[in-house]
């Protein structure tokens, strides 16, 4: 039994529909975040940098968890985990609403929420690259758009639901709103198996891997009781014409005593298979270990790669932060409420759909290089978080905002860049790595931001750090892409089959 072909299209649409959604309702609140933070603010009364740990977490625990999300949905399927992950995020928005206290918080919103948003994260994109091959890039840019959609919509409304019903008030209609995943995810129906029979396997190969120890040893073992039993047989005969068969009463006679031998030798074998097993699924175990820290530190090897993930550690360690705070600092900068035509939030969200979709399309074109389009977007987003400290108005901030939003897009274009510059056949290993390192990134930089104004109270330091780490890494990035490592490269060594290096230089 295997996978039908993915269909690109059908029910492939209703999948994208459901998941468009599901990323809508679970990412809508823990992305417009920075809302519900001016009210913990005032609520629990602790320092900026303490309280934007409860963002951060929400959006970073995700990230760090990806290898455990990936393998409970390997595991289970897409349906089982997003129902379950369902439950999780709506019972951590409503856990949140009687929260005593900051920690708590950090719990019930920040790894509850932020867990269930990787789990449905991870069973969205893969439900949806079953159902589609040809398509794929279209479908995964459209359910893609939702967490944008909902962070566009979920700023203003959990404003309004604050001003309505307060602060718990909106965090139990917000997690009430939530429990809409459940009904998304009984949607989600796995793609069904094909009645063809596969290929017809050896016996040896049917046998599962954990058994061909039992079979090569029972292979022995048979094979040397043939041989033990002809040869008793022959010498049987042998002395049934010289002795009279006198050797049949001598095998009557210790036929009582074998029989319990017998039981023991049987029980003795077991424990020996047992143990032969066990060592050997051990070392099975061991080698997959070293092989998987072997590829990795042949992925650190690549000098692209090392910037890789340097660079998107440092863009969300300084790219992030405008997503949480960038209301408080329009309080900072004593801007009134009457003068806000739409929360800065939303803009962000609503100019990050653009920019996913726009810096799509362009990666799609083969005169332009990705790997430089992603370098421009990091250097223009450092500049746009050092410009933030002059921004004293509605205005200037909402353009920075705007701006911010539509580079932070590039999230599109990172798997491109990942698979040009490790190959597609290291695409899973390298992208689990530098998620991992976005996690982090996304966990540590709004606490860093809200220390640094604890510590100086004002933001300008606070964004020009920001907008420096941002620079650094598109920096390093583009020095580490240049042709000339290439050529250095091309003239010292002929680089193994293995290697996949990124070309920098477009091929027109």
Same mark, same amino acid.
């Given at each position: 039994m295997v996978l039908l072909k993915s269909p690109d299209g059908g029910w492939g649409w209703v999948i994208v529909l459901v998941s468009f959604f599901t990323q809508f309702f679970c990412y809508g609140s823990p992305l417009a975040v920075g809302v519900l933070y001016l009210e913990w603010l005032d609520t629990f009364?602790?320092? !900026?940098?303490?309280?934007?740990?409860?963002?951060?977490l929400a959006s970073g625990v995700g990230l760090l968890a990806s290898p455990v999300c990936s393998a409970c949905v390997s595991s289970?399927?897409?349906? +089982?985990?997003?129902?379950?992950?369902?439950f999780m995020v709506a019972g951590g928005l409503m856990m949140s609403s009687f929260a005593p206290n900051i920690y708590f918080l950090f719990f019930s919103y920040g790894i509850i929420v932020g867990l269930g948003c990787g789990l449905l994260y991870t069973a969205t994109v893969t439900i949806t690259c079953q159902y589609f091959d040809k398509r794929?890039?279209?479908?995964?840019?459209?359910?893609?758009?939702?967490?944008? /959609?909902?962070?566009?919509?979920?700023?203003?409304?959990?404003?309004?639901?604050?001003?309505?019903?307060?602060?718990?008030?909106?965090?139990?209609?917000?997690?009430?709103?939530?429990?809409?995943?459940?009904?998304?995810g009984s949607l989600m129906r796995p793609l069904e198996l094909s009645n063809s029979p596969m290929p017809e396997k050896s016996c040896l190969e049917k046998v599962p891997d954990q058994?061909? &120890?039992?079979?090569?040893?029972?292979?022995?073992?048979?094979?040397?009781?043939?041989?033990?039993?002809?040869?008793?047989?022959?010498?049987?005969?042998?002395?049934?014409?010289r002795h009279d068969c006198k050797q049949d009463s001598i095998l009557n006679k210790n036929g009582l005593i074998s029989i319990h031998a017998k039981e023991t030798d049987t029980y003795k074998q077991k424990v020996v298979e047992?143990?032969?097993?066990? !060592?050997?699924?051990? !070392?099975?175990?061991?080698?997959?270990?070293?092989?998987?820290?072997?590829?990795?530190?042949?992925?650190?090897k690549n000098k692209v790669f090392s910037s890789l993930f340097i660079a998107i550690l440092l863009f969300d360690i300084g790219g992030f932060p405008p997503l949480?705070?960038?209301?408080?600092?329009?309080?900072?900068?004593?801007?009134?409420?009457?003068?806000?035509v739409m929360p800065l939030i939303s803009i962000i969200g609503i100019m990050t759909a653009v920019g996913?979709?726009?810096?799509?399309?362009?990666?799609?074109?083969?005169?332009?290089?990705?790997?430089?389009?992603?370098?421009?977007?990091?250097?223009?987003?450092?500049?746009?978080?050092?410009a933030i400290p002059f921004a004293k108005s509605y205005i200037m901030l909402a353009i920075l905002s705007g701006i911010l939003g539509f580079?932070?897009?590039?999230?599109?274009?990172? +798997?491109? /860049?990942?698979?040009?510059?490790?190959?597609?056949?290291?695409?899973?290993?390298?992208?689990? &790595?530098?998620?991992?390192?976005?996690?982090?990134?996304?966990?540590?930089? +709004? +606490?860093?931001?809200?220390?640094?104004?604890?510590?100086?109270?004002?933001?300008?330091?606070?964004?020009?750090?920001?907008?420096?780490?941002?620079?650094?890494?598109?920096?390093l990035l583009l020095v580490a892409a240049l042709p000339c490592w290439d050529n250095c490269n091309n003239q010292s060594a002929k680089p193994p089959p293995n290697t996949y290096s990124y070309m920098v230089a477009s091929s027109i």
């Open positions: 009364g602790e320092g !900026k940098g303490k309280t934007a740990w409860i963002g951060s289970f399927g897409a349906r +089982p985990v997003t129902i379950f992950s369902g794929r890039g279209l479908a995964l840019g459209l359910i893609s758009t939702g967490s944008s /959609v909902g962070l566009f919509i979920y700023a203003a409304l959990q404003r309004e639901l604050i001003e309505l019903y307060g602060l718990d008030g909106c965090l139990l209609i917000v997690g009430a709103l939530s429990l809409n995943i459940l009904a998304c058994y061909l &120890i039992y079979y090569e040893k029972e292979n022995v073992e048979e094979n040397t009781s043939i041989l033990e039993k002809g040869y008793n047989e022959e010498k049987c005969v042998n002395n049934m014409s047992q143990t032969f097993f066990c !060592k050997q699924l051990a !070392k099975k175990k061991w080698q997959l270990y070293l092989n998987y820290w072997e590829e990795t530190l042949f992925l650190f949480l705070l960038m209301e408080d600092v329009a309080r900072s900068s004593n801007i009134s409420e009457e003068e806000y996913k979709l726009v810096l799509g399309v362009l990666a799609d074109f083969k005169w332009i290089n990705t790997l430089y389009l992603y370098v421009i977007t990091l250097v223009m987003t450092g500049v746009a978080l050092v580079l932070t897009g590039n999230w599109s274009i990172f +798997p491109y /860049v990942t698979t040009k510059t490790v190959g597609i056949e290291k695409l899973a290993h390298a992208y689990g &790595i530098l998620m991992f390192f976005a996690g982090l990134g996304n966990s540590l930089g +709004p +606490p860093i931001v809200g220390w640094f104004y604890d510590w100086t109270q004002t933001y300008d330091i606070a964004f020009c750090f920001s907008g420096l780490c941002v620079l650094l890494g598109g920096l």
